[in-house]
Every structure is written in C-alpha cells, then in structure tokens.
C-alpha cells in the first residue's frame, strides 16, 4: 500500500483526447484494481466524461496540452499513461522499485518494459537485477511506454508543438546527456488496448472477457 509520503512524490498523467474518451471507463477500472496510486490527472481536450474529473486542455497540439497541465503537478515524479494503457496485473511493487532507482541511481526515467519488446533496444547491463541502462545511441530514449520520470526531465523533452511521434523521435536529443533506464517486470504490465488510428489490439475481445468488462 501506498503511504501519504510517496504520494506526495509521484503524479499519475493519463493522456485521452475527444476521441479516445470512452476508452476511459475500462482505464480507470483497472487502475484501481490494480494500484493503490492517487486518482490520476486526465489531460483531454474539450470534451469531458460525466463521473470522470478531466482538466479540458482546449483544441491544442499534444505537447501543448500536456506543457500546460504540468504546471498543476507539485510531485518531483510523474507517471506516464495512456487512457488504453490497460493494467493487467498489480503494479505497486514495480513502481516502489522504479522510485528507488531513480532516487539510488539519480536516473531522469525508468520506463517498465518486459524483456519481450527489448528487440531495438540498446541496454547496457547494471548492477540492479532486470534494470538496464538505456545507451545513448539507443533510439528509444524518450519512449512513451509506461514509466517515471523526473518531472524536470519530462517538461525539459516536451516541446508544445509536438505529437506523441514528435515526443518520441524528436525529443530523444533531450535525453543524450541523460540517464534512462528498464526495469523489467518479466511480464506485461499493461495491455495496449488501441493502436494508432483507434485500432483496436489483437486479443482485445479475450482479454475484456478475462476481466470482466464490456466496450461497445
């Protein structure tokens, strides 16, 4: 269980647009099955979702919603989410470990990725088990998978003109200096509901069937 102190370290960011809104719903049932995290802070655009506390960023590029919603975060740590970022097992010790290596090893980020999707990746080995060191030629510096970040190193990548592509091609320059890292959980974490285009995955029928839930 989270204690008040840690909460008081980290923020939740769950980023949704008009579009993606009732995608929501199933996020936010599995975020609390799953975590003892605070109630995130949902960056949308115009449109709100009756239940659901959504800060309406207006008709804005991504980078720019995001840019001026991280001025209402007071934590030193954020958490990155997408609203079809579907939790699907417990992910509190991942992220109790995730805050302990940022703070031991004074890295910018730990994203929390199974060592299935490591192919691409260039990692150097540390002295912490399942935690890599992202190199700097390694093209995936600024990936916008599940993870901590420092809060300074997160606003330092984004630029209020950028796309979730942008962020993630564009802003690993910001990162050369920097330490990045995986911790791997050897296992999925989260299922990618959507892909581009609101695509549904594969699997998405069976795996709303393993938990219980409906989209229509």
């Given at each position: ?32 099955k ?24 207006g ?79 390694c ?30 091609i ?16 050897n ?21 709303l ?8």
């Amino acid at each position: 269980m989270y204690t008040e102190n840690l909460n008081k370290e980290i923020t939740t960011i769950t980023v949704t647009c008009d579009s993606y809104l009732d995608l929501l719903p199933n996020f936010f049932t599995l975020y609390k099955k799953y975590s003892n995290l605070p109630e995130p802070l949902i960056i949308g655009e115009t449109k709100s979702l009756e239940g659901y506390d959504i800060f309406t960023a207006g008709d804005k590029p991504w980078g720019e919603r995001i840019y001026n919603s991280l001025k209402r975060i007071k934590t030193e740590y954020i958490l990155f989410t997408l609203e079809d970022y579907y939790f699907t097992t417990y992910v509190d010790k991942y992220i109790q470990e995730s805050l302990r290596i940022l703070k031991l090893k004074n890295f910018d980020k730990v994203a929390l990725i199974s060592n299935s999707h490591f192919r691409g990746y260039k990692l150097a080995y540390t002295d912490i088990p399942n935690f890599y060191q992202m190199l700097p030629n390694c093209n995936n510096l600024a990936t916008l998978q599940l993870g901590i970040w420092k809060k300074e190193s997160f606003e330092k990548v984004l630029d209020p003109a950028y796309s979730p592509w942008d962020f993630e091609i564009k802003g690993r320059e910001a990162l050369l200096d920097d330490k990045c890292g995986i911790l791997d959980p050897n296992k999925e974490l989260v299922f990618n509901f959507a892909r581009k285009g609101k695509n549904l995955s594969d699997g998405w029928k069976e795996f709303l069937t393993k938990e219980k839930l409906t989209y229509k």
